[in-house]
């Protein structure tokens, strides 16, 4: 699969690393530390120099805090996964999931890592169900929420901050719960759970 890369993905890096070593990171689940590059002798020592892509000439990184969730890698994610998500499945995936509910426009499911708001609206799409979401990233949580506003679903969503332990859920409120991919960021999962 080749991917190609507009431009301005180069222009919003944040630190001097390139695509590639970002992808590497990102798929073998390792953060890059600000400046960190294999060329640098950085993570990922053992890929073979000459496979490295370059930064396209005349293009530099831009300086600040880092941005797990940068402007460019929710692009790339959403070139990837589709309009909406951050992680692999799409629509349909999402809606087999929850199927199991037999959800109905009444009942309401919790959603763990909502990310860009692709899950949840599949699941107000599909079955009319009120989702409550919850995640980590203020940036995705706020895309997210502009999502369901765009889709006129903002009243069968609400969208919360996932914290590493959660306040008072309604007892016997929630018909389930779709839960992918973050238990793998949270260190306590029982508590979490529980």
Do not use: H
């Amino acid at each position: 699969m080749v991917v190609a890369l507009p431009q301005f993905f180069y222009e919003n890096d944040d630190v001097d690393v390139t695509f590639g070593d970002r992808f590497r990171a990102w798929w073998e689940g390792q953060e890059l530390a600000e400046g960190e590059s294999n060329a640098s002798g950085g993570i990922l020592p053992d890929v073979d120099a000459d496979l490295r892509p370059m930064r396209p000439p005349g293009t530099k990184p831009l300086s600040g805090p880092r941005e797990i969730w940068s402007p460019s890698r929710r692009v790339v994610a959403q070139m990837i996964w589709g309009t909406g998500f951050t992680l692999p499945g799409g629509e349909e995936y999402v809606q087999d999931l929850v199927s199991a509910f037999s959800l109905t426009p009444a009942d309401s499911v919790l959603e763990f890592g909502c990310g860009l708001g692709g899950g949840t609206a599949a699941i107000v799409g599909r079955f009319g169900a009120y989702v409550t979401g919850f995640e980590r990233d203020a940036g995705l949580r706020s895309d997210a929420s502009a999502r369901a506003i765009t889709l006129d679903i903002d009243d069968k969503v609400n969208l919360e901050p996932l914290e590493k332990q959660l306040v008072d859920l309604r007892s016997n409120f929630f018909l389930g719960a779709l839960v992918r991919e973050v238990l793998g960021s949270v260190e306590d999962k029982e508590d979490f759970l529980y």
